[in-house]
């Protein structure tokens, strides 16, 4: 697994991939934070960071499954996928290798966003009034839903070897149990199923983690997910191999 989370993290940094995906994030959450009048932080007349933290998954939506779209895709339609099996390397250690990697990108785009908890906690009237522990919070719950988002990217990339379709599906499942599921709740036909639904979207247990207060139900259900996709990524390759 190292072995193969080393290789990943090597063919990110050494091609510009990496650097146009984060710039990309960057100026988009830029623009709609500090530019565009409807959005920006500017605009609200007091330091808080809601709107970054509600604009940021959809921005993740997209931008995690660029990142995984060719981690599986590409490694079959190649055929390198047969190849690197045949190592003595599990398929769980392939999966975790580029789940890691992967997640590991995703949080190195997120991190130059604290200089904007950073200018907003100097802008504070005093200098400091800002809900720091629902920042810090809701930067726990991005953690936790770019992983999730990672792990369904990766299986949709196993799904198939076109990296467009890989990209496309990604994007689907993302948003589906994001705000899908919330969607669906919110119609009478589902009736008491509804509060399930609410319950299980991702939306509920990122917003959850916002408050300030980790509870370990968001954090475990967040984990279940990852593991569950990476379990049915795992599963897709003994069919591809």
């Known amino acids: 697994m190292l072995a193969i989370f080393r290789k990943e993290v090597n063919q990110f940094f050494s091609s510009p991939i990496a650097y146009i995906i984060m710039a990309v994030f960057l100026t988009a959450i830029g623009l709609l934070l500090w530019v565009f009048p409807d959005t920006s932080l500017l605009e609200n007349g007091y ?11 959809y921005v993740m939506l997209f931008l995690v499954p660029a990142i995984t779209m060719r981690s599986i895709a590409d490694e079959v339609r190649s055929g390198t996928l047969e190849w690197l099996l045949t190592k003595p390397v599990s398929r769980w250690g392939v999966v975790g290798g580029k789940f890691l990697a992967s997640w590991l990108l995703v949080i190195v785009t997120l991190l130059p966003t604290i200089l904007y908890y950073v200018s907003l906690y100097q802008l504070g009237s005093p200098v400091g009034n800002i809900d720091s522990a629902g920042v810090f ?47 669906l709740a919110g119609l009478s036909f589902f009736g008491n199923l509804s509060y399930y639904l609410a319950y299980f979207a991702l939306d509920d247990q990122y917003q959850a983690l916002g408050r300030g207060l980790i ?18 990524t795992v599963n897709r390759l003994k069919t591809n191999a």
């Open 47 to 57: 330091a808080d960071m809601g709107t970054f933290f509600n604009l940021t998954p």
């Open 137 to 183: 919070g809701s930067y726990a719950g991005l953690v936790l839903l770019g992983g999730v988002f990672v792990a369904i990217g990766l299986w949709a990339s196993s799904l198939n070897d076109n990296q467009v379709v890989a990209f496309v599906l990604g994007v689907f499942f993302s948003f589906l149990l994001y705000s899908g599921l919330s969607a």
């Open 215 to 232: 509870d370990s139900r968001n954090v475990i259900y967040l984990v279940s997910l990852m593991v569950f996709f990476l379990l049915l």
